[in-house]
Nanobody, 118 residues
Framework: QVQLVEAGGGLVQAGGSLRLSCAASGRTFSSYTMAWYRQAPGKAREFVGAIRWSNRFTYYADSVKGRFTISRDDAKDTVYLQMNSLQPEDTAVYYC???????????WGQGTQVTVSS
């Protein structure tokens, strides 16, 4: 059973930065993609970005490209979401997700709240 535990959310002013972490356990992830999603109040969950565990290939939603960076620490089985130049519209609950490459995620973390004040 895959377990994902997010941390690092909080309150930040517009223009600030936060780093979220997602600690993964329960299996080996060499054939997996680790992704970040977010859900703002009253809105559908949306894709933020992802990293393929095997080759560190990353891709992002247009709304965060150039501001957010995903990385991973092999020794800790942890994926990070570095968020810079945060804006109020980035306010959401951020979720870590895992799934086999090419498939929709089948494991989700509990989410962490990010609030950006103007």
């Amino acid at each position: 059973q895959v377990q994902l535990v997010e941390a690092g959310g909080g309150l930040v002013q517009a223009g600030g930065s936060l780093r979220l972490s997602c600690a993964a356990s329960g299996r080996t992830f060499s054939s997996y993609t680790m992704a970040w999603y977010r859900q703002a109040p009253g809105k559908a969950r949306e894709f933020v970005g992802a990293i393929r565990w095997s080759n560190r290939f990353t891709y992002y939603a247009d709304s965060v490209k150039g501001r957010f960076t995903i990385s991973r620490d092999d020794a800790k089985d942890t994926v990070y979401l570095q968020m810079n130049s945060l804006q109020p519209e980035d306010t959401a609950v951020y979720y870590c997700a895992a799934g086999r490459v090419g498939q929709t995620p089948d494991s989700w973390g509990q989410g962490t709240q990010v609030t950006v004040s103007s």
